[in-house]
């Protein structure tokens, strides 16, 4: 059961206190966590998402410069916090069109009503986007202006419950008629990978999901299975996901949400390959660094690799850059990041990026060189192998159309140098 809900800047302050119980939690505890953030380094994004304070248990996801803060005297299972947290950050985002203090504050009231409704005396209620959107309009400019007339005070929730809170399907409305009859299927992957300086790669895995978007009628059955469903590891499904079938047959049966939703997500682990290479070169004598760095396909995935960059920050002890490339865009960012925009891989030459770094006086050569993230996107392709085998609806009174669509991006790409 949690106590207290904090929404946090990344400078700290607290920007919304929701108490959910009668006991109620001083804040306090949100200097005690700031303070423990600071000896940590400063950056919410690395610290512990559990910690023993000396009165409560906190538990604490970083979301686009907002720490979500939920606070207990009691133990509990630690996941269910951080799983509730992270939904509430999601849904918040679906939202508002994004998060950001700015948006937080400029929509104070609707956040706060959407954390009512999501809890009840400290505990998970509903959490279904569409429901909630159904209870609390989303914020819009002709609701501000009315609200504005009608001194609502920016309140947008609705009169009556919908309906359906009393089915036992609690994440579907019910009677739904003006629907376009389709489904689509959406495969949306992240490739992990770091290689080592030789250019060996240590670690590559895929971080995946199965997003959809459902608009049928009346009450669906649908089953989606897998031509190499071994591949999956670390599953973890939407509510309305059937768990026996999966267990006994690595089947999805689901009577989907209207609208769009996460199925599943799951990680591929052991790939033995990526689709393109970086080799970075880095040499320092006599106050100068030169810098080569060479980019290409080297496992071609049969469809286009698009937008890749290359980024790194600057060295401590380089004072001033000259970079240029062969092809696409070379930028020194105000935070001494280095971002190489390379777009596609052309056929008629092999992308490179040289130049030189000069370093402060007194320094004769860099102690350390910089490790490089790389980024980029394949449209049509799922690079961890998965396949899907077959989508079958039932329940529905025509066939619907089906849609199928795959695409990989990189999530955390290191090449070290």
Request: contains cysteine; proline residues 6%.
């Amino acid at each position: 059961m949690l106590q207290c809900i904090f929404l946090l800047s990344e400078s700290g302050e607290v920007m919304l206190e929701k108490q959910m119980t009668g006991h109620r939690v001083d804040r306090s505890i949100c200097d005690w966590f700031w303070d423990f953030v600071l000896s940590q380094g400063g950056d919410p994004s690395k610290i512990l998402q559990v910690i023993a304070a000396p009165t409560h248990y906190l538990f604490q996801v970083f979301r686009d410069g907002i720490i979500f803060l939920a606070c207990t005297q009691v133990e509990i299972p630690p996941l269910i916090p951080i799983e509730f947290l992270s939904r509430v950050g999601d849904i918040l985002s679906d939202y508002l069109g994004g998060l950001n203090e700015d948006i937080i504050k400029d929509n104070f009231v609707i956040v706060y009503e959407i954390l009512d409704e999501m809890t009840d005396n400290g505990f998970p209620m509903t959490t279904e986007p569409n429901i909630l959107k159904e209870m609390i309009a989303p914020p819009n400019l002709m609701n501000k202006m009315m609200n504005v007339f009608s001194g609502n005070l920016g309140s947008n929730m609705s009169s009556k419950l919908p309906d359906a809170t009393s089915s036992c399907v609690p994440w579907r409305s019910l009677n739904l008629r003006n629907v376009s009859n389709e489904v689509y299927v959406n495969l949306v992957e992240e490739l992990d990978a770091s290689i080592n300086r030789e250019g060996k790669l240590v670690k590559c895995e895929v971080y995946g999901e199965i997003q959809m978007s459902a608009s049928l009628a009346g009450f669906p059955e649908l089953n989606l299975s897998f031509k190499n469903p071994n591949l999956l590891h670390d599953v973890r499904f939407h509510p309305c996901v059937r768990f026996r079938p999966w267990e006994s047959n690595q089947l999805l049966n689901f009577v989907p949400p209207d609208g769009s939703f996460k199925l599943m997500t799951y990680r591929v682990k052991g790939l033995k390959k990526v689709p393109i290479y970086i080799k970075p070169q880095f040499s320092s004598d006599s106050g100068n660094c030169r810098v080569t760095i060479l980019a290409g396909i080297k496992n071609d995935p049969g469809k286009t690799v698009d937008s890749i960059s290359v980024q790194f920050v600057l060295p401590a002890g380089v004072v001033s850059a000259d970079l240029s490339s062969n092809h696409g865009t070379v930028d020194i960012l105000a935070d001494k990041t280095c971002k190489w925009s390379i777009g596609q891989i052309p056929k008629d030459k092999s992308p490179s990026l040289t130049g030189h770094l000069m370093l402060e006086p007194g320094l004769d050569k860099l102690r350390s060189y910089p490790n490089l993230q790389v980024k980029f996107k394949i449209m049509g392709v799922a690079l961890s192998g998965l396949q899907i085998d077959k989508l079958d609806v039932k329940n529905t009174p025509a066939n619907p159309y089906k849609g199928f669509r795959a695409q990989t991006q990189a999530g955390e790409f290191e090449i070290r140098s």
